[in-house]
């Protein structure tokens, strides 16, 4: 079992910044990759930003330039840090790990954080 623990979320106002952190523990055997997710009310959820075992990063179009994902491969932890940011920022941030099991790949979720910025 996998378990993932996101903090780092709040209000702030247009323009600032946040750092998201996601804490992975559990039956950890190999990572595939580990990312972030938002959801904002009335939408589907859908991809931030994700990073790679290799280190390889991609990026929402809506936050290339202004987010930046990386990770502590030591400590099984992804971060994210959110730069200039948007009232359109304002959803709930789900950390997200996959893991090779057999032949296929399994998505691990976080409960979510809520990211609120004000205009």
């Known amino acids: 079992q996998v378990h993932l623990v996101e903090s780092g979320g709040g209000l702030v106002q247009a323009g600032g910044s946040l750092r998201l952190s996601c804490a992975a523990s559990?039956?950890?055997?190999?990572?595939?990759?580990m990312g972030w997710y938002r959801q904002a009310p009335g939408k589907q959820r859908g991809l931030v930003a994700r990073?790679?075992?290799?280190?390889?990063?991609n990026y929402a179009d809506s936050v290339k330039g202004r987010f930046t994902i990386f990770r502590d491969n030591a400590k099984n932890m992804v971060y994210l840090q959110m730069n200039s940011l948007k009232p359109e920022d304002t959803a709930v941030y789900y950390c997200n790990l996959q893991a090779p099991g057999g032949l296929a790949l399994y998505d691990y979720w976080g409960q979510g954080t809520q990211v609120t910025v004000s205009s």
């Open positions: 559990g039956s950890i055997f190999s990572i595939n990759a």
């Open positions: 990073i790679t075992s290799g280190g390889s990063t």
